[in-house]
């Protein structure tokens, strides 16, 4: 079940919504939350959601032995059995066939390449898992004792399945105690509405772009087309996450939890560093935190570390090689800019900084999408012309022109125009109804829109189901 879709949105959720606030206390709230989720969870991986439980069942009780045994023995042993089953985990249903395949490669076995389907989602509810028992074993969080409400925490259907990668840190009060105010309601419905936008109206048609290009025969696009292409690629993975996000937190809003927030406007950034400062911020914090400071063979290297957490971050995106060079490519250029030293970075032109990192950060994008290594070879020869290719042709031509205003509208979304319908206290009465009149009206006709183009759409799932 995606959150873009009419049955989600005014079925499934609608209903949850009912079920949800017709209970009398924040007991039955809460089942309510676990028996939707789970639903949620199973509607698309039946078999699965037993894999879910598993995982909140062994490590609630590697919490409550950490806390029973702290200090211990038995305590680091207990750590260490949740880190091995989270990650075995990932191993066995995420990389498994790629390991095989590669041991295959280099050694010339004939080893069976496993056929295990991916668990949706699994990547993020495994995180948040091990980040409560490691987080129970620095003692940074209490020892939750109440098993539900851990299942509750880890399976969300908010985010369960495509993130922000929620601490239980962040929402350890909410998890027991949720306020639900009139501001967070309509604050989560307009959130809600502006992400299905972001997915629906922007993500989807710049995808169609772009499989247009580069569906096949990409040594044969035109430099501009490739640039083009790659441009809008990058646009379209940030509308896609980023609206996913948003509609997260915004049912978050409404159900009383507060996410923290996943993108903050990245294509804003002045270096590639500040780039990842603003991207997928819940990914970026978990690997800073549980990873960037870990010592390895005894003591912390910088420069090792910093190359460990970027190998991890590209292979967390997916079980290919070319996700392992995107994380390590944009590792590069931050330990260069740390190089550099910020002060020498503040002192480069703003305009040669933008340029700069679009560039790096577009390139990225160009990585990230080619799995196969013989067309992202053509990709970059494609830039530079390498293939004999043309600098550009009537099919860019038209093809940006006829979706010049869906461009444009891609690149000022990309800027906080929420921004402009901002009041404060000291704004006139006639100002907060004008404003507040413009909110109404803009998420009433995006969400109308959006129910339009659902009609006859097919499947369209979030990017990083798949992950």
Partial sequence: MVFSSLFFIYIFFAVFIICYFSSRNMKLKNAVLII????FYAWGEPVYVLLLILSTLINYLCGLLIGRFRDTLLSKLTIAVSLIVNIGMLIVFKYSGFLVENLNSWFSLRLT????????????YTFQAMSYTIDCYWDTVKVQKNYFKFLMYVSLFPQLVAGPIVRYSDIEDELSVRKHTA?????????????????????????????????????????????YAVILYALYVYFDFSGYSDMAIGMGYILGFHFNENFNYPFLCKDVTEFWQRWHISLGSFFRDYLLYIPVFGKRIPTLNLFIVWFCTGLWHGASWNFVFWGLYFGIFIFIERLIGKKRMKKIPGVIKHIYNKIVIVLGFGIFYFEDGHNLLQFFKNLIGLNNNAFIDDTVKISFMNNIF????????????KNLFKTTTESS??????????????????????????????????????F
Avoid: H, M
Wanted: proline share 4%.
């Fill in 183 to 227: 501001a967070d309601i309509s604050a989560g419905i307009t959130r809600i509405i502006i992400g299905l936008s972001k997915k629906v109206i922007i993500a989807n048609n710049l995808f169609t772009i772009v499989e247009s290009f580069f569906a096949s025969d990409v040594e044969f696009v035109s430099i501009t087309g490739t640039w």
């Fill in 113 to 124: 390449v496993p056929d295990i389907s991916l668990p949706i989602g699994i990547s993020f």
């Fill in 406 to 417: 869906l461009i444009i509208i891609a690149i000022i979304a990309c800027f906080p125009v």
């Fill in 36 to 39: 939707f989720s789970l639903l």
């Fill in 429 to 466: 009465s006639t100002k907060i109804v004008l404003v507040n009149s413009a909110k109404i009206a803009y998420t009433v006709i995006l969400l109308a829109a959006c129910s339009i183009l659902l009609v006859d759409a097919t499947n369209n799932p979030f990017l990083y189901f798949r």
